[in-house]
């Protein structure tokens, strides 16, 4: 039906020009801009070198990579970059894409492909039309016309949340912008306005509980707030409310160092990203107290601490969610420390399915178990077993911020509830922990009592895991009693803990997106085995030294996407 639907479109008036001058509303990375230019595709995980090659003419290894470029972000990495040599790549492969897909072929005419692609062509519709003729120019406001004229049909059967939020901004940005295609905003505004009321929640979240993903449906409602006000129009009441809504709650998902948790496979963001759209959206700057869409936060000084302190999602929603119940990330100032392996999505399945279990995350979890189960299909299915119960307590006394959570995702396998509780000092400079796993009912312990049976009671063996970010050297300690953590910027923090587990320094991955592959790094393994009805492990993180005065930690180091 897209492509039915595309094919009419081509039968519509197109559109006549702009109304006014659209100015970018986002510009992308300059390092990848750069690799587009010199001809190196990278996208969805996949690296193609075709230099003198169009976009359009790279074999497709996988259908993210063909959404990826079908939807033209790729233009904001251009602007990114602006030389001679960008616009001609830009310009060559949208006029390519007219000439090859303009009449409603390929895979690209679906609703969000078409609203991601419609806000990239208009928002860099200067550097598009630059030294163009009239022929070429025809063309482009033909194709721009024929995409909203598609999208007014189609966008109802867009995916409820960002691919819908991504539909609508487009069409509400084409008939904005563009002359003769007035007729669509005011319904598309209404739609927009019913969504944030059916798709935002009153605290300002999503049934996904993808941080990043927050920020992106977050950018696409201020963009397309502001756009409407320019234009003279009042934004639809429910619309503005969601973005009042949801600004909190990103501000208390957002670590010391500014940039997102890396939670349900959201990554940091962006740079710059989070900042630029609170800053649009105006108001108060006021931070989420007490949970934010599941997560807690901890923060002392320049201490930063997010824990995943709800269940992961379900149905639907759950399609990307991770088993990362009671996960913690730590930021001191601007570098992380303590971070979860993150979303292994663009690196195949395999790596897809390892970045969604418990083990990639900075938890505790039982041998060869997750706290969450996926369905039979793998990893592209949905969590069919999830903790029942989750509940989080933070308190603040005079020895510091404390948080006491717990969840019962390991009773039904093995009757035991993971109780976590932190503390951090008041100078943010110390972090105090224990992890308890015990069975805390009768039908708990009968549970407990028939797998010790099964395993002849050698005991339930389980592993607290803290993933270290790959700026952070690490070496084991005091005869391997505790692990020094040196950071880039001349901190050093020191990890110990209470003699009763196993301490291991051991290998992990730092799962990023727009890299070539996983990145190398360390994780810290504290070891035992529930051999009673609980069992107690304490450690510590605590600040052994300071950032030196002499350093200005203010810079972000610049690595190469491709490492």
């Excluded at 959404?67 to 001609?88: F, K, N, R």
């Excluded at 930021?331 to 303590?338: A, H, M, N, Q």
Aim: hydrophobic letters at 40%; one cysteine or more.
């Amino acid at each position: 039906m897209h492509r039915l639907h595309a094919r009419l479109a081509v039968l519509s008036r197109g559109a006549q020009g702009f109304v006014s001058q659209p100015e970018p509303k986002s510009i992308g990375s300059f390092a990848r801009g750069r690799q587009l230019t010199a001809g190196n595709f990278l996208f969805a995980g996949f690296l193609f070198e075709a230099k003198g090659k169009s976009i359009w003419d790279i074999p497709v290894p996988d259908p993210r990579f063909e959404e990826e470029i079908h939807g033209s972000v790729w233009l904001d990495d251009l602007a990114a970059v602006g030389d001679p040599t960008a616009c001609q790549r830009a310009q060559e492969w949208v006029f390519e894409w007219i000439a090859r897909f303009g009449r409603g072929g390929g895979p690209g005419w679906t609703p969000d492909l078409t609203g991601r692609r419609l806000i990239r062509w208009i928002n860099h519709a200067i550097l598009l039309l630059n030294g163009q003729d009239r022929a070429a120019s025809n063309a482009y406001f033909r194709a721009l016309g024929r995409q909203t004229v598609f999208l007014a049909r189609r966008w109802k059967t867009a995916a409820p949340g960002l691919p819908r939020f991504e539909a609508l901004t487009g069409l509400v940005y084409a008939g904005l912008s563009l002359s003769g295609m007035e007729r669509y905003v005011g319904s598309a505004s209404a739609a927009l306005g019913r969504e944030c009321a059916q798709n935002i929640d009153a605290e300002g979240g999503i049934p996904t509980r993808n941080p990043e993903e927050l920020l992106e449906v977050f950018t696409l409602l201020t963009w397309t707030a502001e756009a409407l006000v320019e234009a003279g129009r009042t934004p639809q009441r429910a619309h503005l409310a969601a973005i009042e809504r949801i600004a909190p709650t990103l501000r208390a998902l957002r670590h010391a160092d500014g940039a997102l948790a890396r939670f349900h496979g959201g990554g940091r963001g962006i740079e710059g990203r989070l900042d630029q759209a609170l800053a649009s959206a105006g108001g108060r700057a006021i931070t989420t107290h007490g949970p934010a869409m599941g997560y807690a936060r901890v923060t002392a000084a320049r201490t930063t601490i997010i824990v995943d302190a709800a269940g992961p999602p379900t149905g639907r929603a759950s399609t990307n969610a991770h088993a990362s119940t009671l996960a913690m990330e730590l930021t001191s100032g601007r570098r992380p420390l303590i971070v979860n392996c993150g979303s292994g999505a663009s690196f195949g399945p395999d790596w897809r399915r390892a970045g969604r279990a418990t083990p990639s995350h900075s938890t505790l979890g039982i041998e060869g178990f997750s706290s969450s189960r996926l369905g039979p299909q793998g990893a592209r299915s949905e969590f069919t077993d999830t903790p029942g119960q989750v509940w989080a307590q933070p308190e603040d006394d005079a020895e510091g911020h404390r948080l006491i959570a717990g969840h019962n995702g390991y009773v039904p396998t093995h009757g035991l509830t993971h109780i976590r509780q932190i503390l951090l000092s008041v100078d943010g400079r110390t972090l105090s922990g224990e992890d308890t796993l015990g069975a805390m009912t009768v039908a708990d312990r009968r549970r407990f009592e028939t797998i010790m049976e099964r395993v002849r009671h050698q005991g339930v063996p389980f592993s607290i895991r803290f993933h270290l970010h790959p700026d952070v050297d690490a070496t084991l300690d005091l005869g391997g009693t505790a692990v020094s953590m040196a950071q880039k910027s001349g901190e050093i923090w020191v990890f110990r803990h209470d003699g009763v587990g196993e301490l291991t320094l051991e290998p992990s991955v730092y799962l990023e997106t727009g890299r070539l592959k996983p990145r190398a790094t360390k994780q810290i393994v504290l070891s035992s085995h529930v051999l009673d009805y609980a069992r107690h492990l304490g450690w510590t993180l605590a600040k052994a030294q300071d950032t030196p005065q002499a350093i200005r930690d203010t810079v972000r180091d610049e690595d190469d996407v491709t490492a």
